[in-house]
């Protein structure tokens, strides 16, 4: 009978040394395809911003080497005067592209790694949204609709963060939509958090397309067919400092209904989230 209960026993060890086991490996099978999805992530940032990279500083090149040769025979006329006028027109307008590229770059490897810390504050949300949507109304010649409430909606938050999430979104949805449609926005304070949507009307986008949207360097098809500006991080930027602040981002897009981007942001940050952005920096794999 003691044999039994030793054998017994002894079954039972080796019973719970397999599971440990296969859990070990588990854990271990999962933290492997996060390091490779990392190198494969760090990898394609690579190779895509050299390729980014290359025809812009082409262009640039190109220009100033033109308008050198044209400086050379040049005998200041008006005529001559207007073509290097247009040389160096282009090489601000393709320095700009470039410059927005980098800067964009530099955002989304200091927020992924977590170099950049959040300098958090009272932020008047309401007030950073009418700014906001005045510059963007000036600049583009559309109609925003903005609906605040009468009371300011002040959060904790790093406020020059959240105004590059707001122009983030407001220049996305007037670059894909129509024209002559209205885009509208809504700010509203729901479940101690702030409540941020902008729609646009325009075709839906298919879910497949949705599920990636916030991908480092993802644009949909329509996008790379008709729009030859812009990298794909506006969003994965935006969502890097939403996340980074407590909330979430995402976004509803129903044929018919247009397209809508959610901002939920707490207007408190927890203690935990406040301690998370102190931590050393973290480093991509």
Not at 56 to 72: S, Y
Not at 84 to 99: M, N, P, S, Y
Not at 199 to 219: I, T, V
Not at 238 to 262: A, N
């Amino acid at each position: 009978m003691v044999k039994y209960w030793r054998i017994r026993a002894a079954e039972q060890k080796v019973h719970a040394y397999a599971q440990e086991l296969a859990t070990t490996n588990q854990k271990l099978e999962q933290i492997n395809q996060e390091l490779e999805r990392a190198n494969h992530l760090k990898d394609y940032f690579m190779v895509r911003a050299a390729h980014e990279l290359r025809t812009p500083l082409t262009t640039i090149l190109g220009e100033v080497q033109l308008a050198l040769r044209r400086l050379d025979k040049a005998k200041s006329t008006e005529k001559e005067a207007l073509l290097w006028r247009r040389h160096f027109d282009k090489i601000e307008a393709r320095t700009r592209v470039l410059q927005a590229l980098v800067e964009d770059l530099i955002e989304f490897s200091s927020l992924h790694t977590g170099e950049k810390l959040l300098q958090f504050g009272p932020c008047d949300f309401s007030k950073l949204c009418s700014e906001v949507v005045e510059d963007q109304c000036t600049y583009s010649g559309r109609q925003i609709e903005l609906q605040l409430p009468l009371d300011p909606i002040i959060i904790q938050a790093d406020g020059k963060r959240l105004t590059q999430v707001v122009i983030n979104l407001v220049s996305n949805a007037l670059h894909y939509s129509l024209k002559d449609t209205v885009i509208s926005i809504d700010a509203h304070v729901e479940d101690a958090s702030v409540l941020f949507q902008i729609h646009n009307e325009g075709p839906a986008l298919p879910l497949e397309q949705q599920s990636h949207l916030f991908d480092p360097f993802y644009r949909t098809p329509c996008a790379e067919a008709f729009f030859r500006e812009g990298w794909g991080l506006g969003l994965t930027v935006s969502k890097e400092i939403v996340e980074r602040h407590g909330g979430q981002i995402w976004v509803k897009s129903i044929e018919g209904e247009g397209t809508t981007f959610f901002v939920q942001i707490p207007l408190e940050i927890e203690q935990n989230v406040q301690a998370f952005f102190h931590q050393p920096a973290r480093k991509m794999a």
